[in-house]
């Protein structure tokens, strides 16, 4: 299996800039870890739910829902995880909604700098504490889909950050030490990084990478490298698919208008003009990723799963593709699976 060196991590933060996929490859890792027999639970961090989506549910507030075997999922709810921590420290629920209600608190705590951040991960700290009647861990792993990679290091330093500027005096300050310490424990997290095969989400994970060591000092754990063309040929073929397709632009030097044609008219020669001109725009996107995958072996000594783009109807498909692709299943990697090449 693909996720070998996660196995023996409980928590797994992911993130990655903004569009390469981030909730989606969370949402396949979930469902490959819960396809192993791992209890597992993905938590979203944003007001938006695209776990709803892809797995057919309707939150039910912070208490995980169960979608399959061994699978649950709940959206942290900024406001809704600041009352859970608050009746930590206050006697009762009714207290607690009744602090948050009070114009001038509510004005203060969303003043405040980093409340929501430090509450949305005490809720991860209860959920990874949470133990069956015999002490065991209640889930095996928990999958934060955390915000974009931009903000993601802010994001988990937050605690730390606190622990500091309160000195470590009061059962706040003992909190927040406590998630700081989770964060911070590589024996128990894993940061993953989604990127595609391109210059700036790559150079974006290059630079996550040195901000976790800098401001965490922890390392990304694992990069998977998203949508990544196939090779449309194989290496001999090559030479010979660049004759024709020099042939192909000499008798149609207008060749990029043929895919705006739709009367229907061209005939076998035009048809055929569109099959090789197909071809190499295949080939020149998989050129281009093996360039900026190059560059992420380079830059970064870590385990890089490069996952192949998946031609799916809808994003619960694709979810159970990626989770087939994460569990090494061989039906899911026909016709996907980049072929073994060196890069350029």
């Not at 700098?113 to 809720?123: A, C, G, K, R």
Request: proline share 6%; net charge negative; charged share 25%.
């Amino acid at each position: 299996m693909l996720l070998d060196q996660l196995l023996d991590r409980r928590i797994l933060f992911v993130t990655g800039k903004g569009g390469v996929g981030k909730s989606t490859t969370t949402a396949g890792l979930a469902h490959a870890l819960a396809k192993a027999g791992r209890r597992t639970l993905v938590l979203e961090t944003d007001t938006f739910s695209a776990m709803e989506s892809f797995f057919d549910f309707q939150s039910t507030g912070l208490e995980p829902v169960s979608i399959t075997d061994n699978l649950w999922a709940s959206n942290l709810d900024s406001e809704e995880c600041f009352i859970a921590t608050l009746k930590r420290f206050v006697p009762g629920e009714r207290v607690a909604r009744a602090v948050i209600k009070n114009r001038i608190a509510r004005v203060f705590f969303r003043a405040a700098p980093s409340v929501n951040e430090v509450t949305i991960l005490d809720q991860v700290r209860v959920f990874y504490e949470r133990q069956n009647p015999d002490g065991s861990p209640y889930f095996d792993h928990i999958i934060v889909d955390l915000p974009a990679s931009g903000h993601a290091v802010t994001f988990l330093n937050v605690p730390a950050t606190m622990t500091g500027m309160m000195r470590g005096r009061g059962p706040i300050a003992k909190m927040t030490a406590q998630v700081s310490a989770l964060i911070e424990d590589p024996s128990v997290t894993a940061v993953v990084a989604v990127c595609l095969p391109e210059e700036m989400p790559v150079n974006e994970t290059i630079e996550l990478a040195a901000k976790l060591e800098e401001v965490l000092s922890r390392p990304l754990d694992m990069t998977i490298a998203n949508q990544v063309h196939p090779a449309p040929l194989k290496g001999d073929d090559r030479e010979t698919f660049q004759t024709l397709h020099k042939q192909v632009r000499e008798t149609h030097p207008d060749l990029e208008t043929l895919f705006f044609e739709t009367d229907g008219s061209e005939g076998e020669t035009t048809a055929l003009a569109r099959v090789v001109e197909g071809n190499a725009l295949s080939l020149g996107w998989h050129d281009r990723d093996q360039t900026y995958l190059k560059l992420l072996h380079d830059r970064l000594d870590l385990p890089i799963i490069e996952v192949p783009v998946f031609y799916e109807a809808t994003g619960s498909d694709v979810v159970r593709h990626l989770a087939r692709f994460f569990l090494g299943e061989a039906d899911s990697l026909e016709a996907s699976q980049p072929q073994e090449e060196s890069r350029p």
